[in-house]
């Protein structure tokens, strides 16, 4: 999967179950730059963030990452 589009997808579901950039890095345990980094396509999120931030989300993986 393209980068962006995993970084469209992290960022639409973040607002959708109504969390702000700073909840959802605490929630992960990632920084507020490394999460905003991740939302515009600058950084990949390897698999144990992608996994924590489906968790804080309470969607599955497969979710985040299927188009």
Avoid: P, W
């Avoid at 109504?18 to 600058?42: K, P």
């Avoid at 698999?47 to 599955?60: F, H």
Wanted: aromatic share 2%; hydrophobic share 45%.
């Amino acid at each position: 999967m393209e980068n962006l589009q995993l970084a469209q997808r992290i960022r639409a579901f973040r607002k959708l179950k109504g969390f702000t950039q700073q909840e959802l890095a605490s929630g992960c345990d990632i920084s507020l730059a490394v999460l905003g980094a991740i939302e515009r396509g600058n950084r990949r999120a390897d698999g144990q963030t992608l996994a924590k931030i489906a968790e804080v989300l309470d969607i599955s993986v497969q979710e985040l990452i299927n188009n």
